[in-house]
């Protein structure tokens, strides 16, 4: 199956500063999200973004679909941006499928 | 109201025990997805379905079971509980090729 690889595992940041978090996959995909975990366990959508680039506030994800990654940017980070941050993919393109693998996620902790 | 329920999200329970976790969309999507979370493992996918009548074994099948008798629905059973199956449990549901949407998550203790 395809293979998902986060890096870093682990983040710790100030506030107010910026981060780039990195989702490298060893094949084609027709489908890429990002998902925030919060410290209660509750799974956020934050992107879906098979290529290209898209914004949401202080977020922001790239992939280059060519060359088999996609960053996560965070900007002007707060504590509630604390938790752990997954890639998810759907390998393709074609083939019918639909389910999503997960790399293992960054750990991301903000600190006052 | 949440747009995907699990239920129950708490459950303790005994070995040998038969367990259903519920999970309920209001989206009208084909596409619906059980994933267990373990420490050191990620989510890991358990069983999926696209539409009504369809089931398919994810990569970690082995003593869970799901039927899906109408689009909304998609419960998870484990026949005969273990204690390796102690685990967070995430229902999720999208349209084919898009979003999707994950539960609150089911937290499962078998002792």
């Known amino acids: 199956g395809i293979q998902v690889e986060q890096s870093p595992p682990d983040l710790i940041l100030q506030e107010g500063a910026n981060s780039t978090l990195r989702c490298n996959f060893s094949?084609?995909?027709?489908?890429l999200q990002w998902f925030h975990q919060n410290p209660w366990g509750q799974l956020i959508n934050l992107f879906y973004?098979?290529?290209g680039t898209k914004q949401n506030g202080r977020l922001s994800a790239t992939t280059v679909a060519t060359e088999r990654y996609s960053l996560l940017y965070i900007s002007s980070s707060q504590t509630t941006d604390s938790g752990v941050y997954f890639c998810?993919?759907?390998?393709?393109?074609?083939?019918?499928?639909?389910?999503?693998?997960f790399g293992k996620g960054t750990k991301l902790s903000v600190i006052p | 109201d949440a747009e995907i329920t699990q239920s129950p999200r708490h459950k303790i329970t005994e070995t040998g025990r038969q367990v259903t976790l519920a999970c309920h969309q209001i989206?009208?999507?084909?596409?619906m997805f059980w994933y267990r979370q373990d420490l050191g493992h990620g989510l890991r996918l358990i069983h999926y379905?696209?539409?009504?009548?369809?089931?398919n074994k994810g990569e970690v099948s082995d003593g869970y079971s799901v039927s899906r008798s109408n689009t909304e629905d998609l419960p998870l059973t484990l026949e005969s509980a273990a204690s390796s199956q102690t685990s967070v449990y995430f229902c999720?549901?999208?349209?084919?090729?898009?979003?999707?949407?994950f539960g609150e998550g089911s937290w499962l203790t078998v002792v």
């Open positions: 989206w009208n999507h084909n596409n």
């Open positions: 998810a993919v759907v390998r393709g393109p074609g083939a019918g499928s639909y389910q999503l693998t």
């Open positions: 379905s696209y539409g009504v009548q369809d089931t």
């Open positions: 094949d084609s995909v027709n489908n």
């Open positions: 999720a549901s999208g349209s084919s090729g898009n979003t999707i949407y």
């Open positions: 973004i098979p290529s």
